[in-house]
């Protein structure tokens, strides 16, 4: 008596294979766009569209959302547009009602300078902060007053 056993164990096996492969390009594609939070923000898809980098990172998070974001992420460094390091993150400040800014001081020059959050997003992953303007627009940036 020999028991024999199917090729493929079975029918719903082989609908389950079939399934997953049809399944992979568009289960590919959602991990690749951004959450639906990002999405219904079209300030975060213009920001992602700003920056030149060639991988844009997906999950960004504006300061505002971070809950403890001048301690959490004190002295974090922070990359233009393009994806260099230009400085270093110090703090979220209010310089007048409605205009809240990012503190970073920069690398090369040494100075501080106000941006305001608007240009700045947070990437948890990485624990960076990506500006989405240039290393030259962020070295012209005056110390005395946020940019933008």
Not at 20 to 30: C, D, F, K, R
């Amino acid at each position: 008596m020999t028991t024999r056993n199917p090729v493929l164990c079975g029918a719903a096996w082989l609908l389950l294979c079939c399934t997953t492969i049809a399944a992979t390009p568009v289960l590919a594609q959602q991990a690749a766009t951004p959450s639906a939070q990002a999405q219904d923000d079209p300030n975060d898809l213009d920001f992602a569209d700003r920056l030149l980098m060639p991988n844009v990172p997906i999950m960004l998070m504006r300061l505002e959302d971070v809950a403890d974001v001048n301690d959490d992420l004190f002295n974090m460094p922070v990359i233009d547009a393009a994806g260099y390091r230009v400085g270093h993150f110090r703090r979220v400040e209010t310089k007048a009602p409605g205009d809240v800014v990012a503190v970073i001081t920069l690398n090369g020059s040494r100075r501080t300078i106000a941006v305001l959050t608007d240009h700045v997003r947070y990437e948890s992953g990485r624990r960076l902060i990506i500006a989405d303007l240039t290393t030259f627009e962020l070295d012209r940036t005056p110390s005395e007053f946020p940019s933008g």
